[in-house]
């Protein structure tokens, strides 16, 4: 089964329910309307060409139009590559280069119309989506999604959390990632359970309409910055029946200043592009601060040491992961996608991990240089590529830098000279703001091992205090 033949399904189970609602202009759908709504869009889309197969990039701002344009070119079994709204034109242009779109969606671009599209619904092993990432090498790489995927990772989310026709999530994420897009859509919209698209996050939002919901998810800043407000406690938060973090390491301290202050034990759970959610802590277990669970219904886990070999209970190792929300792969890039699984078949996520003696998982560690600030990835390469362009710059290293608001934050260790302004705004021109380095240390000469390369573990050391977190 797919998540749009089911969300079909559920529609006419339910059509008067309530399936989605916008806070910003009160617009709301139940599942009958927005069935219809989703089939029209899907009509549309089909009279300007879009067929089964065909490449959509659209920018995906946090408006119920990108639900609507997923949900109908899931139906016409075509293709969606989501971009975000801060993505710069030279990070929409390099995006749209690698995926070769059929057409291109502007944020809140209404593609409605009335009819129904004549296309066969698609089946597990059709593409639905295609998501950009970066890499090491700083070129993008789109990760392949199909619909078995789509339909394994909210399976197994409904099992493993309980979502049912009570839960109402208040919905504040970006549109573009997994998170945002599948894991907090797809389990209510397929249950009989209900969506409020609240726009971007912020403490007022979640203040003035949590009320309404059951079930917030939210990368570790939502939870940080909640804290930071006084109006966040028990008698705000106390009817609520999940919390969950995600996409970066929650601090424990802040899993035990959350239970603290409200009474809920967040489920931190663990993901990753190409895998969708793969490890949770329990519904009804533990709910143990700091680490992220087991394996979720139908996926499997594994922890290898740099020698081949798995690993014994508390020793570290690469995590890898098998099961039917794997990405068959990435777009146009066989080489990619080889050097991402292991010859028997499991995906090889490079976040290095520890299991307990009762199976809880802990993240320790990442085998690349990514940063993970506010819950989303930056790959220094990509800034460093751009930096190095700006006269004056020699060269650069990107490192990730301990931050109290964003977990991480992004700090350029330049050598040249060159003016901090011109640097930042260089970098600002070409790269989306969450990327830009959130300050710029001058070195005379960058650190480096005898094979010369930079060594970055010691930059950190040393500009560990810079944000003072
Ligand atoms: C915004 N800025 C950021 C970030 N977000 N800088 C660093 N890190 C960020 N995450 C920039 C803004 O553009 C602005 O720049 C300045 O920082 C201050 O912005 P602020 O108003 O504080 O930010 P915000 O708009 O409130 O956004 C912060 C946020 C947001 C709410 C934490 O970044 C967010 O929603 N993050 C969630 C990401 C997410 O959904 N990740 C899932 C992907 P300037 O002042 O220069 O303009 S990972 C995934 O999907 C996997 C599968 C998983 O496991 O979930
Ligand atoms: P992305 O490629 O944007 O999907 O990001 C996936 C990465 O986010 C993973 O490889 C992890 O490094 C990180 N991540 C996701 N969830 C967690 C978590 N709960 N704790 C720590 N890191 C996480």
């Given at each position: 089964?797919?998540?749009?033949?089911?969300?079909?399904?559920?529609?006419?189970?339910?059509?008067?329910?309530?399936?989605l609602t916008f806070l910003e202009d009160n617009r709301s759908w139940t599942?009958?309307?927005?069935?219809?709504?989703?089939?029209?869009?899907?009509?549309?889309?089909?009279?300007?060409?879009?067929?089964?197969?065909?490449?959509?990039?659209?920018?995906?701002?946090?408006?119920?139009?990108?639900?609507?344009?997923?949900?109908?070119?899931?139906?016409?079994?075509?293709?969606?590559?989501?971009?975000?709204?801060?993505?710069?034109p030279a990070e929409v242009a390099g995006l749209i280069e690698d995926i070769e779109p059929s057409l291109v969606v502007g944020p809140g671009q209404d593609l409605g119309g009335t009819g129904r599209?004549?296309?066969?619904?698609?089946?597990?092993?059709?593409?639905?989506?295609?998501?950009?990432?970066?890499?090491?090498?700083?070129?993008?790489?789109?990760?392949?999604?199909?619909?078995?995927?789509?339909?394994?990772?909210?399976?197994?989310?409904?099992?493993a959390w309980g979502i049912s026709s009570s839960d109402t999530i208040l919905h504040l994420l970006p549109l573009h990632h997994v998170h945002g897009l599948f894991v907090a859509i797809h389990p209510f919209l397929l249950t009989g359970g209900s969506v409020i698209l609240g726009g971007r996050f912020s403490p007022d939002t979640v203040?003035?309409?949590?009320?309404?919901?059951?079930?917030?998810?939210?990368?570790?800043?939502?939870?940080?910055?909640?804290?930071?407000?006084d109006r966040v406690g028990h008698d705000l938060l106390g009817h609520m029946r999940l919390f969950t973090s995600g996409s970066a390491p929650l601090l424990a301290a802040t899993h035990r200043e959350w239970e603290q202050r409200t009474g809920h034990r967040i489920l931190e759970r663990y993901g990753m592009t190409e895998i969708q959610m793969a490890l949770s802590n329990p519904l009804d277990g533990e709910r143990r601060a700091g680490t992220v669970g087991m394996p979720l219904?139908?996926?499997?886990?594994?922890?290898?040491?740099?020698?081949?070999?798995?690993?014994?209970?508390?020793?570290?190792?690469?995590?890898?992961?098998?099961?039917?929300?794997?990405?068959?792969g990435y777009w146009r890039r066989p080489d990619a996608t080889e050097e991402s699984r292991t010859d028997d078949g499991w995906f090889i996520t490079g976040d290095v991990v520890t299991r307990s003696r009762d199976g809880y998982h802990t993240i320790v560690g990442r085998t690349s240089d990514m940063i993970i600030s506010g819950g989303l990835n930056v790959y220094p390469k990509e800034v460093e590529d751009v930096l190095d362009g700006v006269p004056g710059v020699v060269e650069s290293a990107v490192i990730g830098v301990p931050h109290r608001d964003f977990g991480e934050a992004v700090l350029a260790v330049c050598v040249g000279e060159a003016e901090q302004e011109a640097v930042i705004a260089t970098a600002r021109a070409r790269l989306s703001a969450y990327k830009v380095p959130k300050a710029i240390e001058w070195v005379p000469g960058l650190p480096r091992n005898s094979m010369g390369k930079v060594q970055k573990a010691a930059l950190r050391d040393r500009f560990a205090g810079t944000f003072d977190a």
């Open positions: 089964m797919t998540v749009i033949s089911r969300f079909l399904e559920q529609a006419a189970q339910t059509p008067d329910a309530l399936a599942y009958a309307e927005l069935r219809a709504e989703v089939e029209g869009w899907a009509a549309s889309l089909q009279d300007r060409g879009i067929g089964p197969g065909d490449r959509v990039s659209a920018v995906m701002d946090q408006r119920p139009e990108s639900v609507l344009l997923h949900l109908a070119l899931l139906q016409l079994g075509a293709v969606l590559h989501p971009i975000g709204t801060s993505a710069t599209s004549d296309t066969p619904l698609p089946g597990e092993d059709d593409l639905a989506c295609i998501l950009s990432t970066s890499g090491t090498t700083g070129r993008p790489k789109g990760s392949l999604t199909t619909h078995g995927n789509l339909g394994a990772n909210a399976d197994a989310l409904i099992e203040v003035a309409h949590i009320d309404r919901a059951t079930v917030l998810m939210g990368v570790p800043t939502f939870y940080t910055r909640l804290l930071d407000d219904p139908g996926l499997e886990a594994r922890i290898r040491s740099a020698s081949g070999s798995l690993v014994g209970v508390g020793e570290a190792g690469v995590l890898e992961v098998r099961g039917p929300t794997v990405s068959p």
